[in-house]
Structure formats: C-alpha cells, structure tokens
C-alpha cells in the first residue's frame, strides 16, 4: 500500500501509511527490514484482523523481526505492517524497506477493495501529534501515526484502500515559515517528490508517478493550515 517505485525487492515505504499486507495461515511471521536514518528514526505498527497489536521503532540496520508466533496455525491472519512516520524531507538518510517475509504457513490472495481514496495534507494527515501526552510538544517520529488517523479510519469506514501524500508543516503555496518549497503540489507528480539526496533519487523516489496503475475515486485535500499561518 502508497506510493513506491515499481521495484518491489526489495519494497520501499516512503509514505505515512504505507504498508504491507498479508493473509497468512500459519504460527509465526517474520519480515526481514532494512533501517536507515540520520536523525528520524522509522517507527511501525503491526494489525492482526484490523486490531492494533504492536508498534515499535525500528533502529538502523537490516534484521528480522517477528511480527507474531504461536498462534493457531490453522487459521488465517489478515496482517497489516504500516510505517507510522512520514516521509523526512530534511533527514535524506531516512529510509524503510522489506526484504523479505518467513512464515511456517501458506500465503493466501488479499481482495481488492471496492474503493480506492487519496489523502493529501500536512501535519494533521500525516498523523502528528497522534501518539504521547497531551503536553507533549517534541517533533519527534514517536509521535507520529498511520493507525488511528483520520486517513485510515475514514478509508476503514467506507471498505477503501488509500494513500496518503502529506508533509508536516508543508501547504499549497507556502510551508508555514513561509517557504515557498515547501509546496506540496511542486512535487505531487512524483512517486516522493519531496525526499533529498542521492539515496533516494537511486530509489525512485524523484521518479515519475504512474497514475494509471492506481486511480482512486476520491481525492480529499487538507492543505492550506499552514499557508494561513504563514500569511
């Protein structure tokens, strides 16, 4: 699920609520990522049959981790693995991506859902301030999150799949210091126009978008907070 390049080995996320889902018939699940950053580091959250049963951040490095085991092996597990954090435009360091997956069980097919919806926003899309106190005030990726955010609550309403293409602090014209790059249209027409750096150029990100292979139904735009705030 979201936006990536059409190289799928091994399988980027570059978006909030990117994700991988499985239907999976076994005891335990496996997924082999690969972590990096420079300073925001990746966090995710695993659904089993839609309910939240993990989050953890994830540290640099590639290794293995276990989504779930011992469970009844004759009965099939929706799974879901969502990136929770969005993508850093200022951290080129920043980088999620899967591998591989291990399981004792068998794969089974996932059912298109009738719908498909596109989120484009800022900070409220991206899922800022989801997670923590109310007196939290730190940017920080722990923060961040994919799950209870509107983006999905709403796509869960309707039985739609979604993407979401959301910058904190970024508007239509003007991020909310009133610069004028922090345009999320500038970069729409991308697959993740508004990533730096050699690493994610290699990746696909600057590439174009393939709008034909994914058309959602609706469009829903929450952006411009921060354009008000930079007038």
Known sequence: HGRTSKNLSPLT????????????KGSELWIDVEVSYDTYESWISV??????????????????????????????????IIKDVQAMN??????????????DGESLPIEDKPYKIEFIGDSI?????????????????MWFGAVNNYAKMTADSLNADYRVVSESGWGVLTGWDNNPNNSIPKYYEKICGILTGEKN?????LDENDFISWQPDVIVVNLATNDASAF
């Open 13 to 24: 996320l570059f978006w909030t609520g990117s994700a991988i889902e499985l239907n999976i």
């Open 47 to 80: 659904l089993i049959n839609s309910a939240m049963t993990s989050r953890q951040m994830l540290t640099s490095g590639r290794y293995w981790v276990c989504i779930f085991r011992g469970m009844n092996e004759n009965t099939v597990k929706n799974v879901r």
């Open 90 to 103: 200022e951290d080129p360091g920043n980088c999620l991506q899967i591998h591989n997956v291990k399981f």
């Open 125 to 141: 899309t991206s899922g800022e301030g989801i997670f923590g106190a109310r007196q939290e005030d730190d940017w920080i990726p």
């Open 201 to 205: 150029k290699a990746l696909g990100a």
